[in-house]
Antibody, heavy 121, light 108 residues
Framework: EVQLVESGGGLVHPGGSLRLSCVAS????????MTWVRQAPGKGLEWVAN????????YYLDSVKGRFTISRDNAKNSLYLQMNSLRAEDTAVYYC??????????????WGQGTLVTVSS | EIVMTQSPATLSLSPGERATLSCRAS??????LAWYQQKPGQAPRLLIY???TRATGIPPRFSGSGSGTEFTLTISSLQSEDFAVYYC??????????FGPGTKVDIK
């Protein structure tokens, strides 16, 4: 059974930093693209970033470029999101998800339960 | 960026009724379109990918259709567990991956 478990969320002041983690199990982590998607309270889904199997390609939402960094450690079956210079508008539940598909046409087939990040003074 | 829109915003129906949800893309996404279901306090769940292929474990009352810019998710006979928010998402042209704003299916 595919499992994705996020952690690392919490309350942080504007301008602060936080590192989210996602531990994967039940599948061969190193064979899949992985992604972070967020959902502000009461709002819809917003893709944040994704990374190729070996970390050689990474893509970001424009509003987080230069502030967030996605990374992975395939030896630890783990995905990370380093979030710096946090803003109030980054407040959201952050989900990690696995990408499936082929030839750069990927949908999100398994999701973690999410971790809440609150940016407030 | 491809903008996704969904209609209606809310659909009020009774159990056993048929639900028809629409999704439109601002430019063609061919058939690279997925549908997700989200219940309160839960993560989204993949229902449909490739516009019409049901994901593993999804019951046949869920069906997807369409291509290009117009897509439909149909729930043939609503069960109590189907009342939720449904999102469409394009994965043809990214970054960014983009989602529609969602359609809430609630009990009439």
């Amino acid at each position: 059974e595919v499992q994705l478990v996020e952690s690392g969320g919490g309350l942080v002041h504007p301008g602060g930093s936080l590192r989210l983690s996602c531990v994967a199990s039940g599948f061969s982590f190193s064979n899949y693209w992985m992604t972070w998607v967020r959902q502000a309270p009461g709002k819809g889904l917003e893709w944040v970033a994704n990374t190729k199997q070996d970390g050689s390609e990474k893509y970001y939402l424009d509003s987080v470029k230069g502030r967030f960094t996605i990374s992975r450690d395939n030896a630890k079956n783990s995905l990370y999101l380093q979030m710096n210079s946090l803003r109030a508008e980054d407040t959201a539940v952050y989900y990690c998800a696995r990408l499936s598909g082929r030839y750069y046409q990927y949908y999100f087939d398994n999701w973690g339960q999410g971790t809440l990040v609150t940016v407030s003074s | 960026e491809i903008v996704m829109t969904q209609s209606p915003a809310t659909l009020s129906l009774s159990p056993g009724e048929r639900a028809t949800l629409s999704c439109r893309a601002s430019q063609t996404v061919i058939r690279n379109l997925a549908w997700y279901q989200q219940k309160p306090g839960q993560a989204p769940r993949l229902l449909i990918y490739g516009a019409s292929t049901r994901a593993t474990g999804i019951p046949p009352r869920f069906s997807g259709s369409g291509s290009g810019t117009e897509f439909t998710l149909t729930i043939s006979s609503l069960q109590s567990e189907d009342f939720a928010v449904y999102y469409c998402q394009q994965y043809d042209n990214w970054p960014p991956f983009t989602f529609g704003p969602g359609t809430k299916v609630d009990i009439k």
